[in-house]
């Protein structure tokens, strides 16, 4: 049986009511807040290798890579066995690459390939989790609670966002991208602790269908092929992520580049983008309830075209800073809001593999997004690009607009 939820609530924080929930939150946000310590510290230091920003796309795009390449792998694995030992797995993994990242940096031995090639497998621990991650929530909590526990899911990795380049930024101006490394392989810890002490509930773990591998994967594609639901949250999601990712993309160019910022002023400009995620997940659930999840998705999409065009016409660090704020609000609503529809649409034994072809879908468009907007830029400029990129933006919102997302028709929060 599901855990016991407490009575339900329009709080955006009544998830964290629920023990297991609450744990594996605080120590997922830690776990995230080392990794954007990791993040913004890799970016600034393959901004110290190379200028040129193609480079940049490419750490951005090797970190996300995998999520298209393997997270339908990843999915069908998550469905097959124990989700919660699985995900400890993945943890360790990614804990390795981290003390590995942070060793080579000690040693002197971290140049642009090896960064590349260590972020690859960094994204490859996130790509082979992410599936089994979002499945476990629905276990832990259900009804009219999942809704806000997927937003805090997404304000907590937001809100690490906020904290982390800030912290990564000043230990990297101390001591160096070694301790942002090394500070990040430790917070796996946490994580793995958390998914040791949570104990699934018995119908989740006899849920699970013994099929083999090939069996798995022909049904996981059959369900998606045959859902018109599912394909319509995807087709909505490629219409803002391709476009929309040109300004996270290019974020190292513009905050060193653009805007001459010192490593401090480079953390806060990261952290702007969570700041205003965290704001538009504990809004979200009241703009749902007035406009739906349909209309606020449309409207998210309209205003982060608003705020890069903005952002592109007056590049000073203050306006910069302003529009990047309002896009992770923007950013935050439509991801809630399209894997609550995903997480609505599934069942709890083809949960992993559908939510790995959500992240399917949406890695894939920031991988594409981010070298199709990083070459745009080493060939035209940042802020051309920036432009291109907000214009792009307004007919697929008009297309996004014909789409009706499924989760309208569920209840508002």
């Known amino acids: ?36 310590m990791q993040s913004t510290g890799a970016a600034w230091e393959m901004t110290s290798l190379t200028q040129e920003p193609i480079f940049v796309a490419l750490l ?19 469905d097959r066995f124990d989700r919660r030992r699985y995900i400890i797995v993945c943890q360790v993994w990614m804990m390795a690459v981290a003390a590995t990242l942070a060793l080579l940096a000690w040693l002197g031995r971290l140049d642009h390939w090896s960064l590349l090639g260590l972020s690859f497998c960094m994204g490859l621990g ?18 009219p ?54 104990r699934r509930p018995a119908d989740a773990q006899a849920g699970h269908r013994r ?14 092929r045959g859902s018109g639901e599912l394909k319509a949250v995807f087709a909505r999601g490629l219409c803002f992520f391709v476009p929309g990712i040109a300004i996270s993309t290019l974020l190292p160019v513009i905050g060193r580049f653009e805007l001459g910022l010192d490593e401090f002023a480079f953390g806060i400009l990261y952290a702007v983008f969570g700041a205003g995620a965290v704001a538009g997940a504990v809004l979200m659930p009241t703009l749902n309830r007035l406009l739906g999840p349909d209309r606020a998705n449309i409207w998210a999409m309209g205003l982060h075209a608003a705020s890069v065009l903005i952002a592109a016409l007056v590049m000073t660090p203050w306006v910069v800073g302003a529009c990047i704020a309002l896009s992770g609000a923007c950013w935050i609503t439509v991801i809630a809001n399209n894997s609550t529809a995903v997480q609505s649409i599934l069942p709890n034994f083809m949960r992993a593999r559908g939510m790995a072809v959500h992240q399917m879908v949406f890695f894939g468009a920031m991988v594409a997004g ?6 745009l830029a080493t060939l035209f400029g940042t802020q051309p690009t920036l432009i291109a990129s907000a214009v792009a ?19 508002r929060p």
């Open 211 to 224: 099929e083999s591998f090939l069996q798995a994967a022909r049904s996981g594609i059959a369900f998606v």
């Open 370 to 375: 981010s070298l199709l907007w990083g070459k």
């Open 145 to 198: 609670l999942l809704r806000p526990a997927i937003a805090l899911n997404s304000a907590g990795f937001n809100l690490a966002r906020t904290v982390g380049p800030v912290l990564g930024q000043i230990l990297l101006g101390l001591v160096g991208v070694f301790l942002l490394f090394a500070i990040n392989a430790c917070t796996y810890i946490g994580v793995i602790f958390a998914m040791a002490s949570w």
């Open 1 to 36: 049986m599901t855990a016991p939820t407490p009575t339900p609530s329009h709080s955006a924080f009544a998830p964290l009511a629920i023990r297991a929930f609450a744990l594996l939150w605080t120590a997922n946000v830690l776990s995230n807040t080392g990794g954007w």
């Open 126 to 143: 996130n790509a082979m989790n992410a599936p089994a991650w979002h499945a476990v929530v629905p276990e832990i909590v259900s009804g």
């Open 60 to 78: 951005a795009a090797a970190g996300t890579l995998p999520m298209f390449l393997f997270c339908f792998f990843a999915g069908i694995l998550a």
């Open 393 to 411: 933006l307004v007919p697929f919102t008009i297309l996004a607009a014909s789409i009706r997302l499924p989760g309208s028709s569920l209840p």
